[in-house]
C-alpha cells in the first residue's frame, strides 16, 4: 500500500519539486516535512491541503493520510465533535449552562496546556479559537454569577494560552490583543494566579525582544500579585533569574536560583507535568541550565548535559522534544564558554533542523551560530544556510 510520503514524492518528482521547494512553498520547516515524509510524524490536515494546492493536486494525498491524523487538524472532526458533546450536555442541563458544561470546559482547558510542549503552536490554536468561539457563544446564556465567574476564567486562561501560540510564532500584534483580553478578565474575575500568569508571560515575551529591564518589572510584578503557594510564583522567580543572567548580575542570578531551589524543594511531580502552567522539578532543572549557560558559568555545561541527557530519556515523565529542542541551545551555549565550538555547532544545527524551534526562539541559535562564526570554524556556512532555510520557511517576521 503506497503510504502519504510516497505519493507525496511521487507527486514531488513528477512536477520537479524539491523538499526545500516544497517547504519554502508551503511555508513549512524542510525539518518538519521530510519527518513527515518519511512517516516519523503523522501529517495534518491543513498541511496536507497545502501541499495539495503547492503541487497542482486537489484531493490527491487526502486519501494516504492515516486515519488518525484526519482527526487532529486545526478544524478537524475530533474538536468538532468534542464541543457538539458539551452543547449536547448543555441543553440537558437545567439551567442554560450548568456546573456539567462548565467542567468539561475547565478539562479541555488543562488538557488544551497539557498539550503545549509537544503540538505546533499553530495546529494548537486552531483548538483554541474553537474552545474560545464556545466560551463566547455562552456569554449571553442565563447563568449565575458562580458560573460567569468560571467561564470568563475559561476564557481568561484560553486568551493565554493562545498569546502564548502567538509569542512561539512571533507574531506580536495577536499575542499582544490575547494578553491583553486575558488580563482583563483575570481583573474582572480577581483570579490572580491568572493575572500573575500574564504579567510572567508578558515578561518572557519582553525577554525574548531583548528588553531585559522591562521583563525584570514585569516578572518582579507577577511575583507581587501571585499566590504564593502556585505555579505563577516559582515561574515567576525563574524567569527573573534567566533575566539577571542576560543582564550579567551574577549575585542577583544566583541568589534567583537559590529561591527557586527552595520554592522546588518540596514539589512532587504533578500528575500532569506536561501542563504549562503547573510547575514541576524537571522544569525547574531545565531553567537553571538555561540560566546557567547564559551567565557564562562553568557549571552550565555539565548541567546541561544532565538536563538533555533525562529529557531524552523520559526519566521524568512522557518525551518534552520543544523542552529538549531548548536544552540542546543551553547545552551549545555552555560549550561555546568552554571552548568546544565544534560540538556547539553540531547541537545548535541539530536544533535548528529538528522542526521543533519555534520562531520566537531564534535568536537563541543565532546567538550560538554568531560565535561559531566568530571563532571562524568551518561549521559556519553549514549553520548559516540551515538558520537561513529555517528563517525562510517561517516569514518575515522570524
Not at 318 to 324: D, E, K, L, N, Q
Amino acid at each position: 500500500m503506497t503510504t502519504f510520503g510516497e505519493k507525496a514524492r511521487e507527486l514531488m518528482s513528477q512536477r520537479g519539486i524539491s523538499l526545500r521547494k516544497l517547504a519554502a512553498a508551503a511555508n513549512y520547516d524542510v525539518g518538519y516535512l521530510s519527518k513527515i515524509l518519511n512517516g516519523h510524524k503523522p501529517p495534518s490536515m491543513p498541511l496536507v491541503r497545502q501541499l495539495e494546492a503547492v503541487l497542482s493536486a486537489p484531493g490527491g494525498l487526502e486519501e494516504f493520510v492515516p486515519s488518525p491524523a484526519r482527526c487532529t487538524s486545526d478544524d478537524s472532526p475530533a474538536v468538532d465533535d468534542e464541543l457538539a458533546a458539551l452543547e449536547l450536555s448543555r441543553r440537558a442541563a437545567a439551567s442554560d449552562i450548568g456546573a456539567e458544561t462548565l467542567d468539561r470546559l475547565e478539562r479541555a482547558v488543562d488538557d488544551l496546556a497539557t498539550a503545549y510542549p509537544g503540538t505546533p503552536p499553530q495546529e494548537l490554536l486552531g483548538r483554541i479559537r474553537k474552545h474560545l468561539t464556545y466560551v463566547v457563544g455562552l456569554m449571553d446564556a442565563r447563568k449565575t454569577l458562580s458560573e460567569q465567574r468560571r467561564l470568563l476564567v475559561v476564557g481568561g486562561w484560553l486568551s493565554l494560552l493562545g498569546s502564548t501560540c502567538h509569542i512561539d510564532l512571533h507574531e506580536l500584534p495577536s499575542a499582544t490583543a490575547r494578553l491583553r483580553t486575558a488580563a482583563q478578565l483575570a481583573k474582572q474575575t480577581e483570579h490572580h494566579e491568572l493575572a500573575a500568569w500574564c504579567l510572567e508571560t508578558e515578561a518572557w515575551q519582553a525577554l525574548t525582544a531583548g528588553n531585559y529591564r522591562r521583563a525584570l518589572t514585569l516578572s518582579q510584578g507577577a511575583q507581587a500579585i501571585a499566590p504564593r503557594d502556585g505555579s505563577a510564583f516559582i515561574q515567576a522567580v525563574a524567569q527573573e533569574g534567566r533575566i539577571w543572567a542576560r543582564l550579567g548580575a551574577a549575585s542577583e542570578t544566583r541568589e534567583a536560583l537559590n529561591r527557586v531551589a527552595r520554592l522546588v524543594s518540596p514539589l512532587s511531580m504533578p500528575d500532569r507535568p506536561e501542563h504549562h502552567y503547573r510547575y514541576d522539578p524537571a522544569k525547574s532543572d531545565a531553567y537553571v541550565a538555561t540560566t546557567l549557560s547564559w551567565l557564562g558559568d562553568p557549571a552550565a555545561e555539565p548541567y546541561a548535559r544532565q538536563v538533555l541527557a533525562r529529557l531524552e530519556s523520559a526519566t521524568d515523565g512522557p518525551p518534552r522534544p520543544r523542552r529538549a529542542v531548548s536544552a540542546r541551545l543551553d547545552l551549545a551555549l555552555a560549550l561555546i564558554s568552554a571552548d568546544q565550538a565544534d560540538e556547539a555547532g553540531h547541537l545548535t544545527l541539530t536544533a535548528i533542523t529538528s522542526g521543533l524551534l519555534v520562531p520566537s526562539s531564534y535568536w537563541r541559535a543565532r546567538e550560538v551560530i554568531n560565535a561559531v562564526a566568530a571563532r571562524r570554524l568551518p561549521e559556519t556556512a553549514e549553520l548559516r544556510e540551515a538558520y537561513r532555510e529555517l528563517s525562510d520557511q517561517s516569514g518575515p517576521t522570524a
